[in-house]
């Protein structure tokens, strides 16, 4: 088989970051060429150089052996490659052909030409066996799966010879999953490359040819056959480790008094049948990949998503679904992942950031206490080391550490009896890190419940004391973390069951 793609040596840096580090991939002609990961091991960043919206700062491409630069994602596209993301960008506005053939339409003399644009998107539904979705049919109104089919059928219609697939099996049924592999396998028949990315082990035995694995940044491992490597293997090329479980665990400060109580909550779409407890004192972590749950979990139990079912209490009292004020006061904290557009007021100083949640305790018969706010945050500054320790400086200027710290202090200024933490240490530098963890770990040692999301789970079973994990919304698993290693974890969400 000819080779389609070869990437050699690929380096993409960011501030502080080197995203790729001599990156290698090579994609054949015909084949599924399936592309393994944890989460930040490399994989948007190499899809996204490889559809050319990132330029390399290092390295070759090469395409059929010819060596190319791609300037942008319409050189990609002109090459013949073509990439489905995860989260579809389709216009749902349009109907089929419309977004098919947007931005290369059947046009004379400046007007479009429906009938030709009409012929071709039935021939291509019917190439891809979907001879019954209709040209004029509003995208809006399909459901996933056929989404999916118009989105293959737009990258042929580009007469692509290389498709990315992003993790295109994670909103299908069992049987739209089956109907995808058909499609794939008439797509390989027809000579076409297919890269494939998911974590769902099953999907790249069934679909698969080869294998690369990426790690941090780097290709540990290249060309391995699909069919016949194990999942041990895949998994300890992905983890670089065979036992995760060393002394950076901490000493467990869980009570018995039982703070946190979710039952039977469902959000359609993103999670369902979900029951869990959180001692004071505990920190639970929620393991599991993007788009698992994790999030919406926690912005659930928040109430800054209303549940279709179940119940949140604190301290055995319900909390009214969906009403983030009623959370508030009831004592939870949410510091988002997005701590920039979600929690923080860039244009306000750190102090008034910090006060935020507790400004009613500062004001009295139409009165507000300015005096007592600055006291109270400036103790706030000094308790979680935000430097400078200045509640006059401007939130935005602080570094993404202390801008962490800075929502850490709000909420133990508000006396929050439970605190969620949706990735705490994004954006924040190694050294900062370390100062994230002993600001959660001082919280539980004075009996605050911990709900913790992170995708570093190195991270995650070094602060947690117990471990949900999450695949496609369900707690498939739940252990102390002194039970579990990294390679237990992604084992489990790869398999979608537990050991």
Sequence with gaps: MDTVLTMRGIVKEFPGVRALDHVDLEVRAGEVHCLLGQNGAGKSTLIKVLSGAHQPDAGELRWYDEPVRLSGPAAATRL????????????????????????????????????????ATTELLRRLGHAELRPDTAVGTLPAA????????????????????????AALGNDEVANLFR??????????AVV??????????????????????????????????????????????????????????????????????????????????????EIVGLAGLVGSGRSEILETVYGARRPSAGQVLVDGRPIRPGSTRAAVTAGLGLAPEERKS??????????????????PRYSRLGWFDRRRERADTHASLARVGIRP???????????????????????????SRVLLLDEPTR????????????????????????????????????????????????????????????????AMIMEGSAL
């Design 146 to 169: 056929a989404k999916q089919v118009v989105s293959i059928a737009r990258a042929l219609s580009h007469d692509a010879r290389l498709i990315v697939m992003d993790e295109p099996s």
């Design 80 to 119: 013949g490659i073509a990439t489905i993301y995860q989260e579809l960008d389709l216009c749902d506005g349009l109907n089929i052909a419309e977004n098919i053939f947007l931005g290369h339409e059947h046009a004379r003399a400046g007007f479009t030409r429906r009938a030709p644009a009409a012929r």
């Design 427 to 490: 954006g924040v530098d190694v050294g900062a890190r370390a100062d994230v963890y002993a600001q959660i770990r001082r919280l539980a040692e004075q009996g605050v419940a911990v709900l913790l999301v992170s995708s570093d789970l190195p991270e995650l079973l070094a602060l947690s004391d117990r471990v949900l994990v999450l695949r496609e919304g369900v707690v498939i698993h739940a252990a102390a973390a002194a039970e579990l290693s990294e390679r237990d974890i992604i």
């Design 389 to 415: 320790a200045d509640p006059a400086h401007p939130v935005r200027e602080l570094s993404g550490g202390n801008q962490q710290k800075a929502i850490l202090a709000r909420w133990l200024l508000d006396d």
């Design 342 to 359: 979600q929690a923080l007021f860039l244009l306000e100083s750190v102090g008034r950031n910090i006060s935020a949640a507790s400004l």
């Design 183 to 192: 499609i794939i396998g008439q797509l390989r028949a027809e000579g076409v």
């Design 196 to 281: 494939y990315i998911s974590h769902r082990l099953e999907e790249i035995r069934t679909v698969g040819d080869r294998i690369t694995v990426l790690k941090d940044g780097r290709t540990v491992a290249a060309n391995l056959p699909a069919a016949t490597t194990s999942t041990e293997q895949v998994v300890s090329l992905m983890t670089g480790r065979h036992d995760l479980q060393e002394a950076a665990a901490r000493s467990s400060h869980a009570g018995t008094d039982e703070v946190l109580r979710v039952t039977d909550l469902a959000l359609p779409g993103r999670f369902h049948d979900l029951s869990f407890t959180v001692h004071a004192g």
